[in-house]
């Protein structure tokens, strides 16, 4: 017994993707070109060719030395998990004093002893970095304070207004002191 087979029609949708799927592929290789710029400013920013962030805050004189501070988003602070609401800088050691600074720290509000100095500064003199931890109940009107440890044992302190070295902070600080 023979049976003939006819074929049957293709359906619309199946006619639909055998016509459009080329221009479908092209498109999916495109559409990361569309996120490609952001890529190259991120990786010109991590490497240090485009300074030492987004926002330079400048030179800061702490004690006989200095650094150069730099914001490393210009900002809010962003949430990091269990760790809070964080906001990352980055700083550049003086030439003169990079043989003789230990530690640098970061923090807000002054601190007590340098047991509580703040976050670590992490990376080489000429580009290092920290995050620091923002409470959201803290005051906008706040310092930033940059303690220095030297190899000889002495200790230095600087601060700057939090509205000088990160508005985009210090503005969402004052938008948190009005939630409930």
């Known amino acids: 017994m023979s049976r003939t087979h006819t074929a049957a029609a293709p359906s619309p949708l199946r006619q639909l993707w055998h016509k459009w799927r080329f221009h479908l592929n ?16 991120d990786a010109a ?3 240090g060719e485009s300074g030492l962030g987004e926002r ?10 200095s650094l150069r501070l730099a914001e490393l988003r210009n900002q809010a602070p962003q949430l990091n ?5 964080m906001k990352s800088f980055n700083a550049a050691l003086c030439d003169t004093c990079v043989n003789q600074v230990k ?9 007590r002893s ?3 100095a703040g976050a670590i500064f992490f990376g080489t003199p000429y580009r ?4 620091v931890s923002i409470p959201k109940r803290l005051p906008a009107d706040n310092d930033l304070w ?3 440890e030297g190899w000889d044992g002495s200790m230095h302190q600087a601060s700057i207004p939090l509205s000088k070295a990160s508005p985009a902070t210090a503005a969402w600080l004052e938008t948190q002191g009005s939630k409930p």
């Open 26 to 41: 092209i498109l999916l290789l495109l559409i990361p070109l569309g996120f490609m710029p952001k890529y190259f400013a």
């Open 45 to 47: 920013l991590f490497r």
């Open 56 to 65: 330079q805050i400048g030179e800061v004189q702490v004690g006989p030395w």
């Open 81 to 85: 998990g269990p760790a809070g609401y």
């Open 103 to 111: 530690a640098t720290y970061l923090r807000i509000g002054k601190p």
């Open 114 to 116: 340098l047991r509580a």
């Open 128 to 131: 290092m970095g920290a995050a």
């Open 146 to 148: 940059i303690t220095m």
